[in-house]
């Protein structure tokens, strides 16, 4: 079964700060990454995906991951944080479930990120 | 408009209690999921449903029963509510046309009193 891996549970950072949240991903076949983020209170909204093609995908907010398939990594970065950057970020990974033609969706245990004004 | 909805938002309710939560979505998708977020902010699958048939089942207490009437709803029952059933549930849709992206709703917070 497929799993994803975030490594930093907890990022606190200064405005202007540049950012890297890691995300690694076990599965051997064809992958669709994703990154969402959660504002507190709110619900899941996409960043950024990766299908195929170029690498490197930007998303929105001024965010952008990288797709390292030899690492089997999809980090997220941005160059500057600001405040209202701060929530919680969650990479995950699509798969074909079973060959079922559905698709299951699977989380990274996300990470929280605060930035500091 | 909005493209998944769920109701109610929030559902504070005694153990034992039986409870449903109700999703739409009106995006013409052919999947529907239901998540659960715990405490630490954990996003786990509970089940899909793919044209109205359960597709994806994961290891889930069989007092949370999904239905779907049509495949633009998916409704979550829950029996016999315990203290450990609290969390956030998302509901969300994706279309089955390759590669999918999934859209979710605004969650409802159960608390389990």
């Known amino acids: 079964a497929q799993s994803v891996s975030q490594h930093n549970h907890h990022v606190i950072l200064s405005e202007a700060a540049s950012l890297e949240l890691g995300c690694n991903y076990s599965?051997?076949?064809?992958?669709?990454l994703f990154w969402y983020v959660q504002y507190p209170g709110q619900h899941l909204q996409l960043l950024l995906k990766?299908?195929?093609?170029?690498?490197l995908v930007k998303g929105i907010k001024g965010f952008e991951a990288e797709f390292i398939k030899s690492k089997f990594s999809f980090n997220l970065r941005k160059p500057s944080v600001q405040w209202s950057d701060t929530a919680e970020y969650f990479c995950?990974?699509?798969?074909?479930?079973?060959?079922?033609?559905?698709?299951?969706?699977?989380f990274g245990k996300g990470t929280k990120l605060s930035v500091i004004p | 408009d909005t493209a998944v909805s769920q109701t109610p938002k929030y559902l504070v309710t005694q153990m034992g209690n039986d409870k449903s939560i109700k999703c739409e979505q009106n995006?013409?998708?052919?999947?529907m999921y239901w998540y659960k977020q715990d405490s630490k902010k954990f996003l786990k699958i509970m089940f899909s449903?793919?044209?109205?048939?359960?597709?994806i089942n994961e290891t889930v207490p069989n007092r949370f029963s999904p239905k779907s009437p049509d495949k633009a709803h998916l409704n979550l029952h829950i029996n016999s509510l315990e203290l450990g059933d609290s969390a956030v549930y998302f509901c969300?849709?994706?279309?089955?046309?390759?590669?999918?992206?999934?859209?979710f709703g605004q969650g409802t917070r159960l608390t389990v009193v």
């Open positions: 995950a990974v699509n798969v074909e479930y079973s060959g079922a033609g559905s698709y299951q969706l699977t």
């Open positions: 990766y299908f195929s093609g170029d690498p």
């Open positions: 995006l013409g998708h052919d999947t």
């Open positions: 969300a849709s994706s279309q089955d046309s390759a590669p999918p992206e999934a859209f």
């Open positions: 449903y793919n044209n109205k048939e359960l597709i």
């Open positions: 599965y051997g076949g064809t992958v669709n």
